[in-house]
């Protein structure tokens, strides 16, 4: 079963996500902050991860470039998924390695879950690291 970790520190976001996710044959698990992201994907080695950028602890940005610059999880790939709206916050977001980018308010579970597919069918080679 492919795994998936949600880091969001939206509560209702997360849960939301995860149930999407399952439903749809991934085994999920979550986190609540970037530090504790950053601990669950080195321990359960996910195949793709979904992050937010505004969280406590560590933002999403320093755990993109953390997750990039370590060989254990350079591979993996992240879908961004933001309440920052500004170019710059994505294109950043890119440029430190994120397979996707995409603003919460014009985005549906749903369409996560085509991006998690499309991401993963993709392959490996599609995140600059």
């Given at each position: 079963?492919?795994?998936?970790?949600?880091?969001?520190?939206?509560?209702?976001?997360?849960?939301?996500?995860?149930?999407?996710?399952?439903?749809?044959?991934?085994?999920?698990?979550?986190?609540?902050?970037?530090?504790?992201?950053l601990?669950?994907?080195?321990?359960?080695?996910?195949?793709?991860?979904?992050?937010?950028?505004?969280?406590?602890?560590?933002?999403?940005?320093?755990?993109?470039?953390?997750?990039?610059?370590?060989?254990?999880?350079?591979?993996?790939?992240?879908?961004?998924?933001?309440?920052?709206?500004?170019?710059?916050?994505?294109?950043?977001?890119?440029?430190?390695?994120?397979?996707?980018?995409?603003?919460?308010?014009?985005?549906?579970?749903?369409?996560?879950?085509?991006?998690?597919?499309?991401?993963?069918?993709?392959?490996?080679?599609t995140?600059?690291?």
């Amino acid at each position: 079963m492919t795994k998936v970790v949600v880091a969001d520190d939206d509560r209702m976001f997360r849960k939301a996500a995860e149930t999407t996710l399952s439903r749809h044959g991934y085994s999920v698990t979550t986190a609540s902050d970037g530090e504790e992201a950053l601990q669950l994907i080195r321990s359960e080695q996910p195949e793709i991860i979904v992050l937010d950028l505004i969280m406590p602890k560590l933002q999403g940005f320093d755990v993109l470039q953390i997750l990039k610059q370590d060989t254990l999880t350079s591979h993996i790939p992240v879908i961004v998924l933001s309440s920052l709206a500004q170019d710059q916050d994505k294109q950043e977001a890119l440029d430190l390695g994120a397979a996707a980018y995409f603003n919460k308010s014009a985005f549906s579970l749903g369409e996560l879950v085509n991006q998690v597919e499309q991401t993963l069918t993709k392959g490996q080679g599609t995140c600059p690291s």
